[in-house]
């Protein structure tokens, strides 16, 4: 199984490099990859890819496997080099040794009753200088892998986000009401914490704690603040990543987890999740 798994990581490497390949036998992430790539005037210079068995079961002369793709691309952008990561989750399924399907897990969406953030102008004005250093470094440190002091989501991009913010000494606030304030403690969470589409409402509406203000475009944004999607362009914002560095023209690139992702282009337009309607929603961290 693992080298069947080795045999198709090895195919999908020649599929960046090779055009008769592609050809033959397209594999979409490397097509979406190339085509955003050459859109900027950047070169995937080279691919590595290296897998994980997570799970797997056998029915019969079927075996399935669940298990992660850790891709790492060694980009060159204009005069300059860089390294960019993302993991994904998928299914592969086998007949006697043979793959005959193979596709990428797509997490389920949070839902709840209420995404409505409140403010309550009564609450005191809480003070802080936002350490964009400290946000950066968390997101460097965690992208991969969760931090137990935190609870886990299935979903977690939002989670993360607000795990970076308060590493940069974002002050909480709010409990006990989940739908007002941002705030995480023991067991319960506002709905601003761990969802997509609340995070973007809180950051547009908050005048107390953790405060951002709206830029019109990317390159506006600094280290440590955070862009939102909404990938059908329905209103509806359903993912957020935090700036961790610049590329060549000064545009940001980009840490998230549920698709996990270093240093990746921030329009997301290679990822599958990408529509032709994607909204974005560029918000840059305002001290206190």
Known sequence: MREALQNLFENRVQQFVNPYQRHHDTFLKAE?????????????????????????????EFETVKYNAHYKYFIKHKKNFYLEEEVEERLAKFYKGSLIMD??????????????????????????????????QYAERWWNSYNPAYKKFENDCTNFISQCLRAGGAPMRGYPKRDAGWWLQAHNWSYSWAIAYSLRLYLAHSKLGLRAKEVASPDQLLLGDVICYDFEGDGRFNHNTIVTGKDADGMPLVNAHTYNSRQRYWAYEDSSAYTPNIKYKFFTIVDG
Do not use: M
């Open 32 to 60: 979406r990859k190339l085509e955003t790539a050459a859109k900027r005037s950047a070169d995937i210079v080279k691919v590595s890819i290296t897998g994980n068995i997570i799970e797997k079961s056998r029915e019969d």
């Open 103 to 136: 596709e990428e897990i797509t997490p389920r969406s949070v839902q709840v009753d209420s995404t409505e953030t409140n403010d309550d102008s009564r609450e005191e004005r809480l003070s802080y200088q936002y350490d964009r250093l400290r946000a950066v």
